[in-house]
């Protein structure tokens, strides 16, 4: 089996890579603009490039593949900064990279990142659920909704099976600009870990959804094999995710890393704070009935986070 | 009010200005590819181009809008045939003149027409209503559906006042090639009206949804100045459209152009007869809130589509 993964090179990307490489049976194509530190194998072709160049999605899907996940963005806060830079990669690139990848007729599952944001950038305060309607009001949203929309009708034809996932939050991110708003989520991580102080942007009351990383790629290498007939018609799902108050979280960070909770200070920002201080209930009985998870409880969660900050 | 038509010089386009001429209040911009007959005034500005290219677009923008109503489109068997071209229309031009009419931020009213192609190319046998699912399985309705969900972001973000209408059938196309599927709805009209014998390609038991060209235009125009407030959050109304039994259709159109019913046969064709055979009920009432409206009735309907077949 045949996997093309797009932002390889990303935190998300590299994870999904190494639980691909655990299987003998797949073949990897990892495409990305950056994939410092990634090592080639039998079983793995590195690709350099932006799926925006049309040889790079040539060379990237080759002969044909037999399965697809699509990480490649221009994220949220980036994406709100250069909506066109969104459109042609959030937009353009990526139903190119879909009608490629179905051209050959092997109906490819194809499994896209998409995000809690196709709900509005302030989620409806009574919850979101599987039937909550799309509201979008950020660029990144609107195109990923758009998308949504366009690989379930590709998978309504026949040319791919699709799957939309919803991310939430996911952390730890890297260290440095990421062009996501909720960068700060995973810098409380780095900080803490590195004994440093941490202002933190939203006040100790915000309650925010969240993922490990290593939650999120078998959440998307699931995806890759779980059978068509588990997904809903509208073939997106929104994912489980944690539901943590931010004062819980910066405890069980402390806790974890031996930081003093004296090195957190908060200084809200009203942007910040509307758009993550309140996410409201989450309940998604269509993902977790097709076998998609949460990392389970926040201490789990916050031991991946860090474990992964280690390997970085 | 500076109103900017796209898509003018179509049977739909023709229509809509012959409304706005009415109104000595409006300065009117009329963009299509195609303007044959029209007659430019001082109130009427004739700009001959495809919105695919930029300087079209600028010409037909200007200092900025009051209004836009978007009808240029590749309709949805040319899209079909063709994705690459309503990808070109569809989406990037559609796209680029929701921005370019926003950019003088005079947040103008976009009345967008959108298509019941949204629902699938079946529709629901259980029927359509103000909460059914969008669910296209054409390129043209996923490529409608992916725009109605970036208008109703650009409302949320105060840039314009959107509102998309779904169409159902509309008669009477001119005769000839249209790229429309639903073409065969028209030419029963042209038939009979010119004592031409007619070929059915549906069953007499089908059952479709239609309006006249004169109410859709109607319609459009009320969605100028209606009231931001009647519309639903998410920004697109399904019309009202006269639920018709094609044999009572044919029976009426013979009844009005003395035709004898005799001179319709049929042939039903598998494809068209899945496509338009049995369309569900409609219901609208958020439409018919907001103050749209269908023809009244099967009679009104036919003499209306006669009446405008005499005017081409």
Not at 44 to 51: F, S, T, V, W, Y
Not at 250 to 267: D, H, L, M, N, Y
């Amino acid at each position: 089996m045949k996997v093309l993964v797009t932002g390889a090179g990303g935190f998300v990307g590299r994870e999904v890579l190494r639980i691909l490489a655990q299987d003998p049976s797949l073949q990897v194509v990892a495409v990305d603009t950056g994939l410092r530190g990634l090592a080639a194998s039998p079983r793995l072709r590195l690709l350099a490039g932006n799926i925006t160049d049309e040889s790079v999605r040539e060379a990237a899907v080759g002969d044909g593949v037999d399965a697809l996940v699509h990480l490649a963005a221009v994220p949220g806060g980036a994406a709100e900064m250069d909506p066109a830079a969104s459109r042609r990669v959030n937009i353009d690139a990526t139903l190119d990279l879909f009608d490629g990848v179905a051209r050959e007729g092997r109906r490819p599952r194809v499994v896209f990142a998409s995000t809690i944001a196709v709900f509005g950038d302030t989620l409806p305060p009574g919850g979101v659920d599987d039937s909550t309607p799309l509201a979008p009001r950020l660029i990144y949203g609107a195109h990923k909704a758009m998308i949504e929309t366009m690989l379930s009708t590709l998978h309504r034809r026949g040319a791919v099976s699709g799957v939309s996932l919803r991310l939430p939050g996911i952390i730890a991110r890297p260290k440095g600009p990421s062009g996501m708003k909720s960068a700060f989520m995973s810098n409380l991580f780095h900080a803490l870990r590195e004994g440093e102080s941490f202002v933190s942007p939203v006040s100790p009351a915000a309650t925010i959804w969240l993922m490990s990383v290593q939650q999120v790629a078998l959440n998307l290498v699931h995806a890759l094999r779980v059978d068509d007939a588990r997904i809903p018609a509208e073939r997106a799902l929104t994912l489980p995710a944690l539901r943590i108050g931010w004062s819980d979280l910066i405890a069980e960070v402390a806790r974890q890393t031996g930081a003093p909770s004296s090195t957190v200070s908060f200084e809200p920002d009203a942007a910040l704070e509307e758009a993550f201080g309140a996410y409201p209930p989450l309940s998604t009985p269509a993902a977790e009935r097709a076998g998609f998870a949460h990392d389970g409880d926040t201490a789990t969660l916050v031991a991946r986070a860090l474990e992964q900050i280690a390997r970085l």
